[in-house]
């Protein structure tokens, strides 16, 4: 073990990028990040014994309400913008504050269209910085001053800042840390549309088994990890539920019919106009639908594709049946009035849409794409799954689900197993053994 510690001690960037496949240039785009590498891998990680938690609630609680103070909880976020991964942290957040757990948000960006969502319990402190490869000093330092029990990062470019600003903390003031894998790593790897995400992942290669615990969202992505990026399989944890679903939205789809507001020509397809979606798949499929198919497609999202998938669209003689309606506050509005939902991607973290639209009672068509897809389908059980970059499988597909009658209430039951609250009582017990006095109290009082 000592061994090993030494040679990846003795990396320094020049050997990381021989390594990995990093040229000089690509290291000079996130120069902190390769300066402070080895501050990381010199750091010796001691085996930490895993605690049980109390079995008694009632001792529990005279625990906590004797001195032992309430979860400390930071999490790390870029900005309150962005998809799925940042929408899903940001309920994650509210569920853990409803719980009772003091949470903060450490952002680089205090402002955008997400912070609405967040609820008012919920702190938030500014990383100095406002830029990624610049946050880690200031990062450091705010964890340094607020002290928290645990620090919990998404997407690798902030992952790996996080991870290097807490390992190279000294052990006494150091945090237990928490990184959420909510990619599909092995393809982000070279697909992911950041490029610092592509250099954070080459990297974290090396990394990521310098945190105390991984989050995945699927299967594979645990699967990923453990086979590509050598991190032990016992540091790894999937979620089986993420924040998808907040407690309005929950209720308000507990109330709903399922049939109410329907459109029947009217097919869905949300999320981040970019190349790793594949909507050119998706607008090649329906010039393939038989020419009796009545349909409208919405694509419900903005991104970087957005004019040539427009002008895609036109050159298909789409232009009267394909709208592109752009980022929109609540998808689910969108969701309940289809007939159909699409995802066409090539890969997926989870793919949060397909849930939404499970929730809504509302059919999918998805390519079964890494890793979230069939995970959340379960094979096909609850939507039809096709190749990846298939118009012609996909159009049938599409075809298909249109003349079929849906079993609405089998998909909203499957897509209500992805609510907020789920999804912060299974986060409360991964985390529970890595802060056993108070986050393991703070879950059974959670339960009663």
Same mark, same amino acid.
């Given at each position: 073990m000592a061994a090993r510690a030494g040679c990846v001690a003795g990396l320094r960037p020049t050997a990381l990028s021989k390594r990995n496949g990093i040229n000089e240039s690509t290291l000079n785009v996130a120069p902190m990040l390769a300066r402070q590498a080895h501050i990381v891998t010199s750091a010796r990680q001691m085996p930490d014994g895993a605690v049980k938690p109390a079995v008694r609630s009632g001792v529990l609680r005279q625990v906590l309400h004797s001195g032992v103070p309430r979860p400390c909880l930071a999490v790390v976020l870029r900005a309150f913008e962005g998809g799925g991964a940042q929408r899903d942290i940001i309920l994650l957040c509210n569920a853990l504050a409803a719980k009772g757990v003091n949470v903060t948000v450490l952002a680089l960006h205090q402002d955008g269209p997400l912070r609405s969502l967040l609820d008012p319990a919920v702190c938030v402190t500014a990383i100095p910085g406002r830029q990624l490869r610049y946050a880690i000093p200031g990062l450091r330092r705010v964890i340094r001053q607020i002290e928290p029990a645990v620090v919990v990062s998404s997407e690798a470019g902030l992952n790996l800042c996080t991870l290097i600003a807490v390992r190279s903390m000294p052990r006494r003031h150091r945090p237990k840390l928490v990184l959420r894998e909510v990619g599909s790593p092995s393809i982000a790897l070279h697909r992911d549309p950041y490029r610092s995400n592509r250099i954070a992942y080459r990297i974290l290669r090396l990394l990521y088994r310098r945190a105390d615990r991984i989050v995945t969202l699927t299967e594979g992505a645990r699967r990923d990890l453990e086979q590509n990026f050598a991190v032990p399989e016992a540091m790894i944890a999937v979620m089986g539920a993420n924040a998808v679903i907040p407690p309005a939205m929950a209720e308000r789809l507990r109330r709903c019919d399922g049939e109410t507001g329907r459109e029947p020509d009217l097919i869905v397809s949300v999320g981040r106009l970019s190349p790793e979606k594949d909507h050119r798949t998706l607008l090649r499929a329906m010039t393939l639908l038989p020419a009796d198919c009545r349909y409208?497609?919405?694509?419900?999202?903005?991104? #970087?594709?957005?004019? @040539? /998938?427009?002008? /895609?669209?036109?050159?298909?003689?789409? @232009?009267?049946?394909?709208?592109?309606?752009?980022?929109?506050?609540?998808?689910?509005?969108?969701?309940?009035? @289809?007939?159909?939902?699409?995802? #066409? #991607?090539?890969?997926?973290? /989870?793919?949060?849409?397909?849930?939404? @639209? /499970?929730?809504?009672?509302?059919?999918?068509? #998805?390519?079964?794409?890494?890793?979230?897809?069939r995970e959340i389908l379960q094979g096909g059980r609850y939507g039809t799954l096709t190749p990846i970059g298939d118009a012609a499988a996909m159009a049938n597909a599409i075809a298909g689900a249109m003349q079929r009658i849906p079993d609405r209430q089998a998909l909203i039951d499957r897509g209500m197993q992805y609510t907020a609250a789920a999804a912060a009582e299974r986060f409360l017990e991964i985390i529970a053994d890595l802060h056993p006095a108070p986050f393991a109290v703070q879950r059974m009082l959670a339960a009663e």
């Open positions: 409208r497609l919405a694509i419900v999202g903005q991104g #970087s594709e957005r004019a @040539a /998938l427009e002008k /895609l669209a036109r050159a298909y003689g789409l @232009a009267e049946r394909v709208i592109f309606v752009g980022q929109v506050p609540d998808p689910f509005v969108w969701m309940m009035r @289809a007939r159909l939902a699409i995802c #066409s #991607s090539i890969y997926e973290g /989870l793919c949060n849409a397909v849930i939404e @639209a /499970l929730a809504c009672g509302t059919p999918v068509v #998805s390519t079964d794409c890494p890793y979230g897809p």
